[in-house]
């Protein structure tokens, strides 16, 4: 065995999602840039010391039926109530007593909706599990190393949960989806909680390499993503930025790409696009034109904006550092 260290750097956005969706209710903002995730417990705890419980339960049914209502978010019901000394409950000082965090957001929020939230520890910390990472390296190796045994590489590489992450690295932003067909971009409709660029995620690699070796899973990682930017992503070229270059870049978490999360690309190269239209008409019950154009296919890549460019979601670069001392035989 050989344990390394290993650490992701976010080139563009990932959300790993805990499932967790918060309502306009539970969020508040107030702040211009940022958005306060309210603890749902201490704001009842709050309401019901205040002798509103029951008129905060109407505000919740309000809410339900105004989704997109400004005027019926929590921060305008909190400033419109006030305690039994009289304070605003929009007060700063409580609002930071039912606060769990903040999340700087994008842009100004035009309506509001529910946020997807992204993966935490007990201690309402972002962190990464070790699954994802390592699904996203099993799936290369299965794509370029169609020889090994998938089960018994399975088994040879045993990733820890990341450490945890500051949530000052978290960024609330919406997914756009640029359709080559169409030659444009559209918004998917919701709030999503990101680990913003240049966030570091930090977790250890137990190795069998009597199964598989550090330099093959590198190249594994490498090869695939030289495919799959030579048979799909090439053909963006121009309406969405390229990456910067990396030894070992890859696309991990959701709102990225069937042609990132599958072997097609890798095992079909040039009539990869042909074999992608087939899976999706079967999977959607469509017609393959429906899903391919001018040898694309899918035809939306997932992006969000930085800066004011277009860039592929997902994408992260990923470095192995041997741990000396310590490997078994």
């Known amino acids: 065995m050989e344990y390394y260290k290993v650490e992701l750097e976010v080139i563009t956005r990932i959300h790993i999602g805990s499932g967790e969706k918060i309502k306009k209710y539970e969020y508040v903002y107030d702040d211009g840039d940022f958005v306060r995730i309210i603890n749902l417990s201490k704001l009842i705890e709050l309401m019901t010391k205040e002798n509103m419980f029951d008129d905060f339960l109407g505000f919740i049914q309000q809410a339900t039926r105004n989704v997109n209502n400004r005027e019926a978010s929590l921060y305008e019901y909190l400033n419109s109530r006030k305690n039994l000394q009289g304070r605003v409950l929009s007060d700063k000082e409580v609002l930071d007593s039912i606060t ?40 290369a190796i299965s794509a370029v190393m169609p020889e090994k045994d998938i089960k018994a590489v399975i088994s040879a590489i045993i990733l820890s949960d990341s450490l945890p992450i500051d949530t000052a690295n978290l960024i609330i932003d919406t997914v756009k989806r640029y359709n080559i067909k169409k030659g444009k971009e559209s918004a998917v409709n919701e709030y999503i909680e990101f680990l913003k660029p240049q966030t570091k995620i930090r977790m250890t690699l137990k190795l069998d390499t009597n199964v598989i070796t550090i330099d093959q899973i590198e190249y594994a990682l490498q090869t695939f993503y030289q495919i799959y930017q030579k048979y799909y992503r ?38 990869a696009c042909q074999r992608a239209a087939q899976i ?11 899903f391919m154009f001018r040898n694309v296919a899918p035809l939306c890549l997932k992006c969000v904006s930085i800066n004011g460019k277009l860039y592929e979601n997902g994408a992260v670069s990923i470095e192995f550092v041997r741990k000396e001392g310590i490997n078994e035989a």
């Open 100 to 139: 769990d965090y903040k999340v700087y957001i994008k842009k100004n929020l035009s309506r509001f909706q529910d946020i997807r939230l992204f993966m935490k520890d007990s201690m309402k910390k972002p962190y990464v599990p070790g699954s994802s990472v390592k699904g996203m390296i099993i799936n």
């Open 234 to 271: 090439n053909y963006f070229a121009g309406a969405v930025t390229p990456l910067p270059a990396r030894k070992n870049c890859m696309f991990l978490g959701a709102y990225t790409g069937f042609s990132t999360k599958t072997v097609v690309y890798p095992k079909y190269r040039e009539h």
């Open 280 to 290: 999706l008409s079967r999977q959607f019950r469509k017609p393959e034109r429906f």
